[in-house]
């Protein structure tokens, strides 16, 4: 069975059907593409992936266990983490404090051993440290651990949003737009990092993009949305060749 397996999934807006008998299967390990016009669907897969939206119907199973309908909480906690669109850091917050909260979602101790400070709180807190700073290490951001993530250049600022997302040790990432606002040199960055995130970790990606050059170029398979329904799924070459693909790009922009 695959590490997802979406079947049927749908959601309506009043009378708007966002997305519709949405099937989708993401292997261990594996980077995948979705795309599709402006207001094809994109980001409400996400938000049902993740439990902010309520699918109207099918199921969502991560790793044999059905987790449809689940709050974001629950989600995160069996191994979905995602950025956003519009980058959601804690600003006031430095570099390497924004990436020990996605820590604490997985290291836990006792009230009382926080509250005294005792040996085994200080124990874990070196060991966040130092787990945090590897991570940036592997953004290269460890330089500007101590810097508030608002000093960050927006390029930056979008990696520091990824090290967060893997903070909390996903099975799979999901990638709202990673490359949107950068510059053609941190779009190229960025490619490398996500493929040495996937194989550094053996997380499952799928990420919504409109650079085209940047999802061709990563992406392993790729599904295409259009007014919520799949229109096509396959490989880079496949899809830039199809022609339902074609004319939904022409008709919507
Ligand atoms: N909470 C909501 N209430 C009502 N309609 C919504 C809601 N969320 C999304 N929609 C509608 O669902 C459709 C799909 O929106 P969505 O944001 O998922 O598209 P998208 O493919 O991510 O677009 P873009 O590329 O512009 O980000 C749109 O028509 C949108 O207006």
Not at 248 to 252: I, K
């Given at each position: 069975m695959a590490l997802l397996e979406v079947s049927n999934l749908g959601i309506a807006f009043g009378g708007l059907q966002a997305v519709a008998q949405l099937d989708l299967s993401i292997e261990k390990g594996h980077l995948y593409g979705l795309i599709g016009p402006n207001g094809a669907g994109k980001t409400t897969v996400f938000n049902m992936l993740t439990g902010v939206y309520k699918p109207t119907e099918g199921n969502i199973i991560l790793d044999g266990k059905?987790?449809?309908?689940?709050?974001?909480?629950?989600?995160?906690?069996?191994?979905?983490?995602?950025?956003?669109?519009?980058?959601?850091?804690?600003?006031d917050m430095t570099v390497l404090d924004n990436v020990k909260v996605g820590l604490h979602n997985q290291i836990r101790y006792n009230m009382w051993t926080g509250i005294l400070r005792l040996p085994a709180y200080k124990e874990k807190?070196?060991?966040?440290?130092?787990e945090a700073m590897k991570l940036l290490k592997i953004f290269d951001l460890d330089k500007e651990a101590d810097y508030k993530a608002s000093q960050l250049p927006y390029g930056k600022q979008r990696k520091l949003e990824i090290a967060r997302a893997l903070a909390t040790n996903?099975?799979?990432?999901?990638l709202d737009e990673p490359a949107a606002?950068?510059?053609?040199?941190?779009t190229e960055e960025l490619m490398h990092t996500i493929h040495s995130v996937r194989d550094q970790f053996g997380v499952a990606i799928l990420l919504i993009e409109h650079d085209m050059n940047f999802v061709m170029g990563i992406c392993e398979e790729i599904t295409v949305l259009d007014y919520g329904r799949v229109i096509a799924r396959g490989d880079g070459k496949a899809i830039r060749n199809n022609p339902k693909v074609i004319a939904?790009?022409?008709?919507?922009d």
């Open positions: 059905d987790i449809t309908g689940q709050n974001p909480e629950l989600i995160s906690k069996s191994g979905i983490a995602r950025t956003f669109q519009n980058i959601r850091l804690f600003n807190e070196h060991e966040m440290n130092r996903p099975k799979l990432l999901l606002g950068m510059n053609p040199n941190e939904a790009y022409l008709g919507g």
